[in-house]
């Protein structure tokens, strides 16, 4: 009984299975945290009488112990209840234990100073109108008067309060060319100093970030008025522009007047009609928030990408002689060549007892295997080298080798102390091993290795803070020790390799996100480049859906790379819509595991909702087929005919190379997915379909309201960031600010721009410095107010004033270049089902004709097996129409009449039986590209001649020519060593020269082959290993009737009676009774 209960085990649903893994680790910790502290109060044998005064010590030990702080809080609960059953059984009252939580919460904006200094700040925005309004006409205005209202209307009304900021905008006035125009508004690409965190690295010590300022509608006026009249003196400092106006409006200005403004002009432009800024986007504005914009560079190659020509001779040129081996990249050579050297060099190190110094050793070593060092080993190892102070003849051999210069070489170690051989090992595993290391992500940049040294310098910086955390002083002297050496080896570098000069604590405290997006149409392009590749045959069709899907979920998900290689089938959930559970599993005792890279990055991806229509129903085919194969823990992304995760080099070596050939100068990766990906859901989430969402990304209006309805349960909520951040698989959304978000910027001053203030046309005439040119405004005598949103056109066109503009995106002509051969929609009807050309495989279109069988319902064996309802319902009027052809007696020619299925053949189990099968489909479709008359002879015959009780078709002795002339043609179609010709006296009634085929065929039985009675030949497959008649013969060429092309005409079909084809099955059955009857 227990058994049969194992075998019937009550499935669990995912909900279900994620709740049970949380009880087992609830379960787990309170275990542990039990054990632990029970130990402990076993080894510290508190008295009664001590116990109230050790309070304090178990405290200090519960903090130090626990890992995280559910474990601290099972601590606490057990060390609560230990006291209340030692009050309980031994009559004491001691008082219980208590635990404290810090919790200081972020100061609010709404504060009693803030609406007292909002007063302030209405008085002063009056004052403003009443100047404006007063003056006698534009003319009134001094140049620097208009810059004045350019700054304090971008504080009050923009949402630029930073000093950086509004000095970057300052900056930019004195050359207004980096302002641009996309949709019905303007972008300005201001660059503001940065302390430590931003995206543009101007030196060691000088980083600035990208700030995109979105002009607001007043702001665009006084712009367009500083354009007009060519003002290019600006010779003031912010603080002094601002203190003219107040001049103007008679208001007081004091010293702290400018940061009174910067604190509180958020008071205006946070209460402005239409403008919805929600509170996460306005700490972005006031930078409370650390988040980061996109250059101009970087945005122009999102929104508007440029992309090499005459991609197609490209391809010819260099993927022929680099993409075909694309599928081997999992065993990479760089990889292998810095263990091969990481290994020995350690052994040399490592070395106790020696007749030869161990620079010398280490000198021999790297000659003798020069060719395996590239540039970055090369360096580190001179470096290790000049540390024991060589002589002048190993450096000139060294040189020979390693081509550098000897005297500089020399110059680089002749004023340090020769480097003691029990020293050797702390080098080596602080600087060499991990730039070693690190040093291999960089082996294929286009960049100069001079220019890469910070980054590296920087990761191993990284990898050493652990001060911070542990506060043991052995791990701060570690990383001071790191920064000494770093120090050493970079002027090695400077010596030798003509490095630049920098700082390394500086570098040790910056923080520069990668700011890059890659927008919709040039993502397009590197899937159609992925297209043609497999449209040349430089990648298979498997490895091509493997990197297409890979790509598709990096892009729409925002999953990181390893998160993607390390799914299995099973975390993909659903029947019909498709979740992603990324999740860790596996332990290094099984070899299998796979970690995360942080606890809040279990989360569940809603795959169905995220993905486009056709990128879901390639998803979907693709987890269909891996679910077919029914393996234990099945990797979702393998090589073929392997479980093993994928190497990331298989991934992301072909994305370089598409990219590399694709744009004329980029900075993207893999990790760009990511970015993008987080992107498109700040639009999707936080803004209208209309302007941003629809020119910004490639989703359909339809396609965005169902994401909306997806993801958010109030679509005027203030949980938006919280689900991308879950999404990205963040606790929080100050991580994906600072390090992913990067339009935020774009967002809020499109936001910031709904607000149209009520201003009479004359006045928005004077404020802009209207003139004769601006012909296109529409300003009419009937309205009296000036309509900013007709004018929203013509006043972005009018502030670019003729600059120099973005070119358009060539995306089109390429998308069509490439479009030309192989944008072609797949017809599931021109080929076999089962071979690589069909791109359903054997095992997908088996297991349809199973649910088929089962239900007799082809469109629900569509919808369960992601297929074209219009397919499946022509196989299964063609199994319906085969299990009808009956023999000259009246039997079912491919059923036995005892057979209690007639939809489809059995399924075959043995190996070889197998192996003929995946033959079978492997030369099906080769063959029938060049010869379908070929094929359907074949079919044909077979139809004619198969019958339910034989394996193989059988002919009379006077119709031998037929079957010599059947077998020339089928014979391609299954392995030469299981055919066999049954028979008697074979050799001697066949003419070798009239049956030259099936007399050598005769020719190759042995004794392992049986011998028979019957009087015509059989012409069948049968394994002498097992020792019977192969049943893939008939299995193979059923199956092949069934899923055949539409061109394949069946003559034998044309034979049954019109009143017969294509009943359903059940009806057949009835009428067969009813003739018995």
């Known amino acids: 009984m227990s058994s049969f209960n194992k075998k019937i085990q009550k499935k669990r649903y995912a909900e279900d299975r994620r709740q049970l893994q949380r009880n087992e680790l609830e379960k787990t910790l309170r275990a542990d945290a039990e054990q632990e502290l029970r130990q402990y109060f076993d080894e510290q044998k508190f008295s009664t009488e001590d116990l109230i005064q050790a309070y304090p010590a178990i405290y200090e030990f519960i903090k130090r112990k626990a890992p995280n702080l559910a474990w601290k809080k099972y601590a606490h609960e057990f060390f609560r209840t230990y006291i209340k059953d030692l009050n309980k059984s031994n009559n004491l009252d001691f008082p219980l234990p208590y635990l404290t939580f810090e919790m200081k919460r972020d100061e609010p904006i709404f504060t009693l100073d803030w609406i007292q200094a909002g007063h302030e700040i209405d008085i002063i925005i009056e004052k403003l109108w009443d100047y404006w309004i007063l003056a006698q006409d534009s003319s009134a205005f001094s140049n620097n008067e208009i810059i004045g209202n350019i700054l304090l209307c971008s504080m009050l009304y923009g949402g630029l309060n930073q000093t950086s900021s509004l000095n970057a905008l300052l900056e930019h006035l004195k050359n207004p060319a980096k302002i641009q125009k996309i949709c019905d508004f303007n972008i300005i690409f201001l660059e503001p100093l940065s302390p430590s965190y931003g995206d543009l690295f101007v030196d060691e010590k000088t980083i600035r970030k990208s700030r995109n300022f979105i002009p607001d509608q007043l702001t665009r006026l006084w712009l367009i008025h500083f354009n007009t009249r060519q003002i290019r003196d600006i010779s003031l400092d912010v603080n002094a522009y601002l203190h003219l106006i107040f001049q103007k409006i008679k208001h007081p200005y004091t010293n702290k007047t400018f940061k009174f403004l910067r604190d509180y002009a958020n008071f205006n432009w946070l209460q402005l009609q239409n403008a919805d800024i929600d509170p996460a986007l306005s700490q972005c504005l006031l930078e409370d928030t650390l988040t980061c914009g996109l250059s101009e560079h970087e945005f122009e190659n999102f929104a508007f990408p440029k992309f090499k020509t005459q991609l197609s001779d490209e391809i010819e040129r260099n993927v022929s002689s680099t993409a075909k081996v694309l599928p081997d990249l999992n065993t990479s050579e760089a990889v292998e060549n810095v263990i091969f050297i990481h290994k020995n060099l350690l052994k040399i190190i490592r070395t106790s007892s020696t007749d030869q110094p161990i620079a010398k050793l280490i000198i021999d070593f790297c000659l003798r295997h020069q060719e395996q060092f ?40 002749q004023d340090n102390q020769k480097l003691a051989d029990s020293s050797i090992y702390t080098y080596y595993t602080r600087i060499t091993e991990p730039f070693l290391t690190h040093a291999l992500q960089y082996i294929d940049a286009d960049e100069d290795v001079n220019d890469l040294l910070t980054k590296i310098y920087q990761q191993i910086i990284s990898n050493t803070r652990l001060a911070d955390e542990s506060n043991q002083p052995e791990f701060k002297k570690s990383k001071d020790q790191t920064i000494r050496m770093l120090k050493r080896f970079h002027t090695f570098q400077q010596i030798v390799f003509q490095a630049e000069d920098f700082e390394l604590e500086f570098i040790s405290s910056q923080s520069r996100p990668r700011a890059r997006i890659i927008g919709h149409t040039a993502f397009q392009v590197i899937l159609k480049k992925l297209n043609q590749l497999l449209h040349d045959h430089s990648i298979s069709d498997h490895y091509y859906k493997l990197l297409k899907i890979i790509y598709i979920l990096a892009y729409r998900t925002g999953m990181r790379i390893n998160e993607i290689l390390g799914l299995r089938v099973k975390d993909i959930e659903g029947l019909n819509q498709f979740s992603i559970w990324v999740q860790p599993y596996g332990s290094k005792k099984q070899g299998n595991q796979h970690l995360l890279k942080t606890d809040s990055a279990e989360r569940i991806v809603p795959a169905y909702a995220l993905l486009k229509d056709d990128e879901y129903q390639f998803f979907s085919d693709f987890v269909v087929e891996k679910r077919l194969e029914n393996k234990k823990s099945l990797y979702l992304f393998s090589n073929l005919n392997e479980n093993k995760k994928l190497n990331k080099h298989t991934v992301t070596v072909p994305l370089k190379l598409i990219l590399n050939q694709v744009f004329k100068g980029h900075h993207y990766s893999f990790h760009s997915f990511r970015h993008t990906a987080a992107n498109h859901l700040s639009l999707l989430l936080n803004c209208e379909y209309a302007p941003l969402v629809q020119k910004l990304t490639d989703y359909s209006e339809n396609e965005y309201q169902k994401i909306r309805a997806e993801l958010l349960q109030n679509q005027h909520g203030q949980n938006h960031w919280f689900v991308i951040a879950h999404l990205l698989g963040h606790i929080e959304p100050v991580e994906t600010f600072k390090s992913y978000i990067h339009l935020s910027y774009l967002i809020a001053g499109q936001k910031l721009l709904k607000y149209h203030p009520d201003m009479p ?14 012909k296109n405004l529409k300003i009419t005598n009937d309205e009296k107010d000036f309509n900013f949103e007709k004018n929203q056109a013509v006043l972005a066109t009018i502030l670019l004033n003729d600059q120099t503009k973005w070119l358009q995106s060539n995306a089109t002509d390429i998308l069509d270049e490439l479009s030309l051969q192989i944008d072609q929609s797949h017809d599931f009807f021109a080929f076999f089902v089962g071979t690589e050309d069909s791109k359903i495989s054997l095992q997908r279109f088996y297991e349809t004709l199973n649910i088929l069988e089962t239900t007799n319902d082809p469109e629900s064996a569509a919808q369960r097996m992601c297929l074209p309802e219009e397919l499946v319902n022509y196989w299964y009027e063609n199994a319906l129409n085969l299990a009808n052809i009956k023999s000259k007696k009246g039997n079912p020619r491919l059923f036995s009449i005892e057979s209690s299925t007639q939809l489809k053949p059995a399924m075959l189990d043995t190996a070889e039986e197998l192996h003929a099968v995946t033959y079978f489909f492997e030369h099906l479709q080769k063959i029938a590209r060049k010869k379908p008359t070929q094929i359907a002879c074949v079919l044909n015959v077979f139809l004619n001649r198969v019958t339910a009780s034989h394996t193989g078709i059988h002919y009379r002795w006077k119709d031998i020519d037929q079957l010599e002339h059947f077998y020339s043609q089928v014979k391609a179609l299954f392995p030469a060593k299981f055919w066999h010709l049954f028979g008697q006296d074979l050799q001697t009634k066949l003419d070798a020269k009239q049956q030259p085929q099936l007399f050598k065929l005769a020719k190759a039985s042995t004794d392992k082959h049986p011998s028979t009675q019957e009087e015509f030949p059989r012409l069948q497959l049968y394994s002498v290993k097992d020792g019977h008649a192969l049943a893939a013969f008939k299995f193979c060429l059923h199956l092949a009737c069934i899923g055949r092309p539409l061109s394949i005409q069946l003559n034998e079909l044309d034979d049954i009676s019109p009143s017969t084809v294509n009943k359903p099955m059940a009806v057949l059955h009835q009428e067969e009774l009813l003739k018995t009857d």
């Open 374 to 413: 590239n540039e970055f080993s090369k360096r580190i190892i001179l470096w290790l080298i000049s540390l024991y102070q060589p002589s002048s003849e190993q450096i000139k051999e060294l040189s020979a080798t390693f081509d550098f210069d000897t005297t500089q070489y020399t110059k680089a170690f």
């Open 761 to 774: 046309n004359e006045l928005a005439k004077k404020i802009m410095g209207h003139n004769a040119t601006f």
